[in-house]
């Protein structure tokens, strides 16, 4: 190692001292620290994990970063805020991460945190780089010696942090966050990746995600490439719901019957179909449409013609919909249960309501359960606000708020 504190390496590059030689220690040096960073679900993740490295160093931290992920839910703040004291107990037990009952109990005080300035505030990431004015400070350092271990800066931050119910957010840890996140260019001079590093765009090894972004009825934005869980809301999704027409060719009715009704029809089946079944599973039945708030009932045709891309967005949603409700993945044989149930709906509603005979039915959508007459009510277009109500009610009663 030279005196300024670079070393160089057998590939002809010259890094910052600390990276060393181990191999993992390099690739990070090489492809994140220093890199702007603007996701807001990423800046809190490595917060978070800058707070944990307190009193070690990063590369302990770094080889445990997998296990954290883990432990912490992907670091989604959305379902580390619900963290009980029985998540406490089972993360002092994991012996892939730090076990510190103090730190622990600051992510998910950190993550609630997160929430309030996602929903009240200009968004965690805006939160953090309005403090550098949306761009990288850029370090002129050429020795290890010349590198602050805090500034001003890194001290307003923490004590904004701190403020909005963060911890373990002191000046020295923050300062050293910024320089990870890319807020701080502090790559020494003669490093291979000062240079990039302070080019526009910050030396990113990959360009910005894209968004696809849909604003709902509860004023969230929904990214259809990447939906958050965060951005979801059942209100949201009862209002929608309501109003997409389950029947193209829908010929009888007073109102039009939505894909709230199908749903509820189909919830309603399956505990005919699968008596016992657990709230969870009623859920599942209920929500199983719940993508179509978004982008409607497309025919089948044109999902043929739309093809993987269509299924892709209805699966992202579905995810992101389980991970905000805390639903597990469906088992097969719920998975099949939720089939038959629709089937069974589609049957009643295509002879009631769209003009199809028993025959062309059973064609499609194979033959006709046998339904309770409560069931078999639920097969009667309503008004659309009581649509939109009566999906709401029924999902509150299986998931109290």
């Known amino acids: 190692m030279s005196e300024t504190g ?30 702007p960073e603007h996701d807001g679900r990423a800046l809190y993740e490595k917060l978070i994990l800058d707070g944990f490295q307190a009193g070690l160093s990063w590369i302990t931290i770094l080889r445990r970063r997998d296990g954290f992920r883990d432990a912490f839910a992907g670091f989604d703040p959305e379902r580390i805020a619900r963290f009980t004291e029985d998540d406490v107990a089972r993360l002092m037990q994991d012996t892939r991460i730090i076990r510190n009952r103090a730190k622990i109990v600051g992510t998910i005080a950190g993550a609630r945190a997160w929430l309030r300035i996602e929903e009240c505030g200009p968004g965690f990431s805006r939160f953090l780089w309005d403090f550098v004015d949306g761009q990288p400070i850029q370090g002129s350092a050429r020795s290890r010696a010349e590198i602050q ?40 001079v003669g490093c291979h990746r000062h240079g990039p590093c302070a080019e526009p765009g910050g030396g990113a090894l990959t360009a910005p995600a894209p968004r696809a972004w849909q604003r709902m009825l509860s004023g969230r934005r929904l990214d259809l490439l990447d939906p958050a869980p965060r951005d979801i809301e059942i209100a949201d999704i009862a209002h929608g719901l309501a109003r997409v027409a389950r029947w193209n060719g829908q010929t009888r009715g007073p109102h039009v019957f939505s894909v709230a009704q199908h749903s509820l029809l189909v919830e309603a089946a399956g505990r ?32 043929a013609v739309i093809g993987d891309a269509y299924r892709g967005v209805e699966l992202r949603l579905l995810d992101a919909m389980r991970r905000r409700f805390d639903l597990p993945a469906p088992s097969p044989a719920l998975t099949r249960l939720v089939k038959r149930a629709d089937r069974a709906a589609a049957h009643l509603e295509a002879v009631r309501l769209a003009g199809f005979a028993p025959e062309e039915a059973e064609l499609y959508f194979g033959g006709p359960a ?14 659309t606000a009581d649509a939109e109500t009566r999906f709401l009610a029924r999902f509150l009663a299986l998931r109290p708020q």
């Open 272 to 303: 005919h179909l699968a008596p016992g079944c657990t709230e969870t599973e009623c859920l599942e039945l209920l929500l199983h449409d719940a993508p179509e708030y978004v982008v409607g009932d497309i025919i089948s045709p044109l999902k």
């Open 6 to 35: 670079l070393i160089d390496h057998p590939d002809g590059c010259a890094r910052c001292w600390w990276a060393g030689l181990d191999p993992l220690y390099v690739a990070y040096h090489d492809t994140e620290w220093g890199v």
């Open 149 to 188: 271990t805090e500034t001003p800066v890194s001290r307003a931050i923490g004590k904004a942090l701190k403020a909005e119910g963060f911890s373990f957010c002191g000046p020295t840890i923050v300062h050293a966050f910024m320089q990870a996140v890319g807020m701080v260019n502090d790559h020494l």
């Open 370 to 383: 046998d339904l309770p007459g409560g069931v078999v009510a639920l097969a009667v277009p309503w008004p």
